[in-house]
């Protein structure tokens, strides 16, 4: 992989018309000790926020000892790199075949249900493996309320009651038991850690039983853009919220229950950001060569303000407009698609132009990891930068939150 200073310097030496991954290593590996230092537990690696194997391998050189997998692919991708890691299957919804691969091809022995059926399936494998339920840790996924950006209780998660059935069942068959949750990703409210370890203390003192762990899941809020037109969001920082969790445990009397947190945003988002193109300029419109169908969908559902640098071309040598005022534009995606277009303008300068490039930064979370094939275009050149995007100039502009008449 080639190595530069800056994105910018990249973007000028290889003039790339296809988008280009900016991977910060020094950045994942800072980000990833941070949070390990701050969470008094096991940290597992959400892997579906980015699987890459070059972030898998360099997280598992910071530290990483257990990745959190939901599937056969993702079992796959941590072994390759990391063949001494640990997983956890927590994702509560599974295919009994991929339950028997997770035991028996992968000897995993953390994995976590919300519902009877699961229960069901995975007492079948464990008995047709012949496998003792009491080298298995079972974590009952139960159901959050709270504040992120992306909510997840809806889909998944036992209510009360029935997470103290499942807990029951499964310690009469012999598995040691656990209480796990995800809050959602990108919380906004920082009670909302507090609120779940309330809802896990009922139902551990309901279930009456030892609990094996708990597993307070992810949702940690990784840092993006601020729209200066707008006020400030209150939140505190993620040294405040790690700090507010600590307290929280120990005052729900959880210090003694092994810990496990299922971190993904928040360790990867500021380690890459994406050099594009714009391909063409029409008026107040960029069309650029990504977009909604490669790396931009978590940004296009409209929910996250992504820091933006302008990178102009010095090839063009006459341009329009005052560099130093800040202008919305309309961005358009690169597919044929008419839904390709960003839900939020991008503030740029007035004098951005066919040819320029735009890097777009704290773009490691749910970006690679959701880009499709789709119209032929799939993003995938990656180069290593030693620059973080925050050093050095402050970005020029970013995707605003309002939303733009055309
Ligand atoms: C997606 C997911 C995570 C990671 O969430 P982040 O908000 O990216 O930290 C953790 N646990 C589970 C079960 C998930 O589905």
């Given at each position: 992989m080639q190595v530069f200073d800056t994105a910018k310097d990249a973007a000028l030496s290889l003039r790339p018309d296809e988008p280009v991954y900016c991977f910060r290593p020094d950045v994942l590996k800072a980000d990833t000790r941070s949070f390990m230092k701050q969470f008094p537990g096991k940290t597992a690696y959400a892997v579906k926020t980015n699987g890459e194997p070059l972030v898998l391998k360099t997280l598992a050189e910071a530290g990483v000892q257990a990745f959190d997998v939901a599937s056969p692919a993702e079992f796959a991708a941590v072994r390759a790199v990391a063949p001494e890691a640990e997983m956890l299957y927590m994702h509560p919804v599974k295919a009994q075949s991929d339950i028997r691969l997770a035991l028996e091809?992968?000897?995993?022995?953390v994995i976590a249900v919300d519902h009877e059926d699961e229960v069901t399936k995975l007492i079948r494998v464990v008995r047709a493996l012949d496998i003792?339920?009491?080298a298995l840790t079972v974590f009952v996924r139960i159901q959050t309320k709270g504040h992120a950006t992306y909510e997840l209780s809806k889909k998944f998660g036992a209510g009360p009651a029935q997470a103290v059935e499942l807990l029951q069942r499964l310690s009469r068959h012999g598995f040691p038991v656990g209480i796990c949750f995800h809050v959602g990703s990108?919380?906004?409210?920082?009670d909302t850690y507090e609120r779940a370890l309330a809802s896990a203390d009922w139902v551990r003192n309901r279930a009456g039983l030892p609990l094996a762990g708990l597993d307070v899941g992810g949702g940690f809020p990784a840092e993006y853009g601020h729209d200066p037109n707008r006020k400030k969001p209150e939140m505190p920082s993620l040294d405040e919220i790690m700090a507010r969790l600590r307290q929280d445990i120990s005052e729900w009397g959880f210090e003694e229950t092994p810990l496990v947190a299922e971190p993904g945003r928040v360790i990867v988002a500021r380690a890459f950001s994406l050099v594009v193109r714009v391909l063409l300029r029409k008026g107040r419109r960029l069309y650029i060569n990504d977009g909604i169908w490669a790396s931009l969908s978590d940004s296009w559902t409209g929910k996250i303000t992504l820091p933006a640098r302008f990178i102009p071309?010095?090839?063009?040598?006459s341009r329009n407009g005052d560099p130093d005022k800040l202008v919305p534009f309309r961005v358009c995606g690169a597919?044929?698609?008419?839904?390709?277009?960003?839900s939020r303008p991008f503030w740029l300068?007035?004098?951005?132009?066919?040819g320029d490039w735009i890097e777009i930064g704290h773009?490691?979370?749910?970006s690679m990891a959701l880009r499709t094939r789709f119209n032929g275009f799939y993003p995938d050149l990656f180069v290593e930068v030693k620059?973080?995007?925050?050093?050095?100039?402050?970005?020029?502009g970013f995707a605003s939150l309002e939303t733009m008449a055309d």
């Open positions: 091809g992968y000897g995993i022995r003792d339920p009491g990108q919380i906004q409210d920082p071309d010095p090839a063009i040598r597919t044929c698609d008419s839904v390709d277009i960003l300068p007035e004098t951005v132009d066919t773009i490691g979370a749910y620059t973080p995007f925050d050093a050095g100039e402050a970005p020029d």
